[in-house]
């Protein structure tokens, strides 16, 4: 989805600029987790920037690299990244939590939040039933209809079609009438 591969650019490109070079021996970590992701940068944050004010506040503690992202178009306006990945994490359409940093002292970790599992789960339910009704619909309006045909009118692939076929007749759905080559789909229930 666009939102969220502009804020994972924004937090990658703010944990490359405004990281502390002067701390040896560290690096930009960034941690994929199955409800979130963590951007860890080296430092603490720059001035007078906290939690609660970077949205109102700006500094660059690197400005050479921050004018240099300018110009090749990763930053698109210097001191609106962290505006710009809170708006379009509320325009998200799924209503994730918001992102959060947080200062150890020793480095900066800011969080983009998944929508969540169950949000995925509903979504590959409804996707799968959607795909059982259409096949069930094209057996009924053409019983004779092949596993070809059933491809390029699902989008399946030959095993996905043959996959959903043996769960319809497992759960009494669908009966084959006839042999492989001659027969025909009888759709029990729909």
Known sequence: MKIRNFAIRELI???VV??????KGSRIIIRMFKDRIE???PGNLPANITPENIVYEQYSRNPAVADVFS???YIEEIGEGWDKIIDSIKKHPLKPKLPEIID???????TLFSPGEMVEKKTVEKTVEKTVEKILHLLKENPKITQEKLTRKTGLSRRGIEWNIKKLKEKGFLKR???????YWEVIKV
């Open 177 to 183: 009438i006839g042999p492989d080559k001659g027969g």
């Open 104 to 110: 150890t002292g020793n480095s900066v970790i800011a």
């Open 71 to 73: 110009k090749v178009k």
């Open 13 to 15: 490109t703010n944990a």
């Open 39 to 41: 951007f860890n940068s």
């Open 18 to 23: 405004h990281r502390d070079y002067n701390i």
